[in-house]
């Protein structure tokens, strides 16, 4: 199965840009579903956003609506996420998984990076 892992963390003063990859290597990254989660201390894992195996579609969870940008790179094995306008509330461990289904339940991505820690300060 394909192997992954995420990148692009850091600590960022609120209202700055962020850009994780998420690099993926064994199995053919193209045919998976691909997506972006989150996990903030004391919380439920939290969908962010996903795309589609050709990226034409993407969908958004309602934090990442509007600021959050999921993007894919079939040719270099690699999945984006651009974040812009980043509040304090956006810290937290982001995550990116393969599923063979589309879908925003965490429950059905098969393999997951080991995410990367994304630090919003006031």
């Known amino acids: 199965q394909v192997q992954l892992v995420a990148s692009g963390g850091g600590l960022v003063q609120a209202g700055g840009s962020l850009r994780l990859s998420c690099a993926a290597s064994g199995r053919t990254f193209s045919s998976y579903y691909m997506g972006w989660f989150r996990q903030a201390p004391g919380k439920e894992r939290e969908f962010v956003a996903s795309i589609t195996l050709n990226g034409g579609t993407t969908v958004y969870g309602d934090s990442a609506k509007g600021r959050f940008t999921i993007s894919r790179d079939n040719a270099k094995d690699t999945l984006y996420l651009q974040m812009n306008s980043l509040k304090p509330e956006d810290t937290a461990v982001y995550s990116c998984?393969?599923?063979?289904?589309?879908?925003?339940?965490?429950?059905?991505?098969?393999?997951w990076g080991q995410g990367t820690q994304v630090t919003v300060s006031a």
């Open positions: 998984a393969a599923s063979s289904l589309w879908s925003r339940e965490p429950s059905l991505y098969s393999v």
